[in-house]
């Protein structure tokens, strides 16, 4: 039963109001469809992976904005553009951007010999003396040529400060990046001969000459020999570390140790580094291979050594001859 | 609304549908996933399931964690092989330390794993050294080997203590001799002081890459009255520097590879997990 008061009327009117409603969300769900598959309403994560079928479109936008916020900055960013990195190298003639006074020279010179000038005389004199003292002990040594060679090792120390100050006193003031260079070239030639041995090929020190001809000849031979002793030492010291890092790889007993030392001492030069080790073991006859190794180790031998990106210590050593 | 569902083309048919049904499907074709995909899962047999979760991939493992298991099994397998050198193992002790090294390295030895992996650039990791320790106590627990083979192995390992003392304090001394100017003789007589003096964490700095400083105290005796005045030399001819990379004396052992001394391999029951590195599906 219906009510009374609702009437034809009334139930059209739903009906219609229905329709009507009907229709609206219908319209709002095909515009988000028709959104979500035109590509606005996107993934964050595929932003930049526009539609293909939109994509020109949305990339012609962007090139635009782009292109639009280089030429005019936003109204609301205060910072100034950053300026490109387009600049030319400064020319040869221009200016280094410090003055340089023969003082700060000095310091540029010293900085490469110890850090000061009262270092570096304090290092020298010092390294006379050590040699002094260790020829004192191989062979004996008369204090006039102790003396003598001491007070060379000071003039020595004395007639480079003078070079040091001249060469300060001649350096330009306000150099130019070519200047400085030229100038940084001679600082290095002047105190190339205080770097260790190796890295010069310039005559001994004026003091190792003065001792040279001082001393008789079989001092020297002493100090010859003395001198190989040491540097036998050292060297066997490098060829049982490689021995330890080749038995590390190898997993050798001490027995084979034992067998592998003589052919470190036959060929030296083989045994001063892993690398050259391993080859030298590479290319053993498969016979004496046999004689020092288990099958097992030969097949290790066969392999390359792997290689690691750590860091490695590199120990240079210069040696002393006297 | 049927008549403008039929007007729209497919994918917004589809849309239109999703939107209406359900939001599960709606996601699924947002991403382009194709309906098939979103079917509920088949229900798995308890069998079947538990082969799959047994079957389930190894964590993965960066580079340097299979780096450092490599280079670990590498070194265990070489040990290994040394005991057997030394020792002679009959075929019953060889099976119970192979079995028992498998089973037990990667707890044993995780933290080995761990400190590489974690460590910078310089690493900083005594492989050998941890292992050595692991492989001296698998022997030392060992119930089939005698005490005579057990002390053979300590004298081995010794021996090897020899050597690497030899070799530091051979460093020490070059290092003395520049800087205090030591005769030939002075050398042999600072090494004797070294010996005495030796500390284990001298092997620990070698193997990190630096060579312990002789302190001037320990071999004054031994220097003359001028040398003891003069001091050290600064320069003392000698340079130390770090290159990137280079060989390693470290041996390598696949990880799917069985432990094998003499001749008998480690018991098939005990898994070798299968790791997978880094950033590759399993």
Redesign the interface.
């Given at each position: 039963m219906m009510h009374p008061l609702f009437t034809k009327h009334h139930t059209c009117f739903i009906l219609q109001s229905t329709a009507i409603f009907t229709a609206i969300f219908t319209a709002i769900f095909t515009a988000i469809a028709m959104m979500t598959s035109l590509g606005y309403a996107q993934d964050p994560k595929n932003k930049n992976q526009p539609n293909p079928q939109t994509a020109p479109n949305i990339a012609d936008k962007k090139t635009e904005d782009n292109n639009a916020s280089e030429k005019i900055p936003r109204i609301f960013d205060r910072n100034s553009p950053e300026p490109e990195d387009d600049n030319p190298p400064p020319p040869k003639n221009a200016m280094v951007n410090f003055a340089m006074d023969p003082d700060r020279w000095i310091d540029v010179i010293y900085s490469q010999l110890g850090g000061s000038e009262s270092t570096f005389e304090q290092f020298q004199r010092r390294r006379a003396r050590i040699s002094l003292n260790r020829i004192e002990l191989i062979c004996g040594l008369d204090e006039s040529i102790r003396e003598k060679v001491q007070a060379t090792a000071d003039l020595e120390i004395q007639r480079f400060k003078t070079e040091v100050l001249t060469l300060a006193s001649q350096a330009p003031r306000n150099p130019t990046q070519e200047e400085y260079q030229e100038f940084y070239n001679r600082i290095h030639k002047l105190t190339q001969k205080y770097q260790p041995r190796m890295l010069n090929k310039t005559d001994p020190f004026l003091w190792q000459k003065v001792l040279s001809t001082n001393l008789s000849e079989t001092q020297q031979t002493a100090i010859k020999n003395e001198a190989e002793k040491r540097t036998e030492y050292r060297e066997q010291t490098v060829r049982l570390e490689t021995v330890l890092r080749i038995s590390r790889r190898l997993g050798l007993t001490s027995k084979q140790r034992e067998k592998l030392l003589p052919y470190t001492q036959s060929q030296p030069e083989s045994w001063k580094t892993l690398e050259r080790a391993w080859q030298t073991l590479q290319s053993f006859p498969d016979k004496e291979k046999q004689n020092l190794f288990t099958n097992e180790q030969i097949a290790e031998l066969k392999k390359p050594l792997e290689t690691t990106d750590e860091l490695q210590l590199v120990v240079r050593e210069f040696g002393e001859e006297w | 609304?049927i008549s403008?569902t039929l007007a729209?083309n497919n994918?917004?048919a589809r849309?239109?549908f999703c939107?209406?049904g359900s939001l599960l499907c709606t996601f699924a074709l947002?991403?382009n996933v194709g309906y098939a995909q979103v079917l509920p899962a088949i229900q798995l047999r308890p069998a079947i399931r538990a082969a799959v979760v047994a079957a389930a991939p190894a964590p993965a493992l960066n580079d340097k964690d299979l780096?450092a298991r490599r280079w670990t099994r590498g070194?265990i397998?070489?040990?290994l092989?040394?005991v057997h050198?030394?020792c002679k193992l009959n075929p019953e002790q060889a099976k119970e330390l192979v079995d028992a090294i498998e089973s037990q390295w990667k707890s044993k030895l995780a933290s080995t794993f761990r400190s590489y992996a974690e460590s910078n650039?310089?690493?900083g990791v005594d492989f050998?050294f941890r292992v050595e320790n692991a492989v001296r106590a698998w022997v030392q627990a060992s119930t089939s080997l005698s005490e005579d083979q057990k002390k053979a192995w300590d004298e081995?390992i010794e021996?090897?203590n020899t050597?690497?003392r030899?070799?530091v304090i051979?460093?020490m001394?070059?290092d003395a001799?520049?800087k205090?100017?030591?005769?030939?003789s002075?050398?042999q007589e600072a090494e004797k002081l070294l010996l005495d003096r030796w500390k284990e964490a001298w092997w620990v700095m070698y193997r990190h890459?630096?060579?312990p400083e002789t302190k001037f105290a320990w071999i004054s005796s031994i220097l003359?009255e001028?040398?003891r005045t003069?001091?050290?030399?600064?320069?003392a001819?000698?340079?130390?520097?770090?290159?990137?990379?280079?060989?390693?004396?470290?041996?390598?052992k696949s990880l799917n590879e069985r432990f094998e001394v003499a001749g008998v391999e480690s018991d098939q029951s005990i898994s070798i997990e299968a790791v997978t590195p880094a950033g590759q599906k399993p």
């Open positions: - | 609304m403008l729209m994918s917004l849309n239109l939107l209406g947002h991403n780096a070194l397998q070489q040990e092989h040394s050198s030394v650039q310089r690493g050998e081995e021996s090897r050597l690497r030899r070799v051979g460093k001394v070059a001799e520049r205090y100017g030591l005769s030939s002075q050398m890459g630096t060579t003359s001028s040398q003069a001091g050290s030399d600064p320069n001819l000698r340079q130390e520097y770090y290159t990137s990379g280079g060989a390693t004396d470290l041996p390598s």
